[in-house]
């Protein structure tokens, strides 16, 4: 896809969300099942069925995934799409290269060791390896546009109230 392919794909849905404001709000959901054995979660992506678990430093067995290591492959994710999108929609000359997302844990915290320690991560760092002959300002702005259109850097950057709800129902002979 080029720039103009690009422009032409969301000049519709710009046009529609500025007249529209309410038509470019979207829920996005993910559903977890707690109905397996032991301490897991599966997780219906779309694509697959993801069965997360405790990680090894809290006790897992390493065989499920980490929903610390998925937060942040979902950044690298967004990360690497947006800055796809931004440098077709500038012309940035991009051979390839990598996205690579990496967070440090406490997990006294997590494990209730220490009160001080905070749970969840304390520091994010997200990187790219590009391949381009592109001059320093022009990966300066992919950088800045990138920054500021990726979903989930934002929503990590600036989080968002979070609303919890427990629901409960009596089950049968259970």
Known sequence: MNAEDLRA???PLKARYGDDPGAA???LKAQGSLDGEGIACRVETGRAL???GLHPATG????QACSGDMLLEA??????????????A???KLKGGTVRAEGDLDFRGTLGVSKEAPVGFRH????????TEEPEDRVALLKKLTERY???????AKAPPVDTVIGTRVVAGG
């Open 9 to 11: 794909r969301q000049a």
């Open 25 to 27: 709000v979207v829920t």
């Open 50 to 52: 993801i069965e997360a």
């Open 60 to 63: 897992g067995s390493g065989i």
């Open 75 to 88: 950044l690298a994710a967004c990360a690497g799409v947006t800055l796809r999108a931004v440098a077709t």
């Open 90 to 92: 500038i012309d940035f």
């Open 124 to 131: 994010i760092r997200l990187a790219f390896d590009l391949n």
């Open 150 to 156: 990726c979903v989930v850097l934002q929503t990590i």
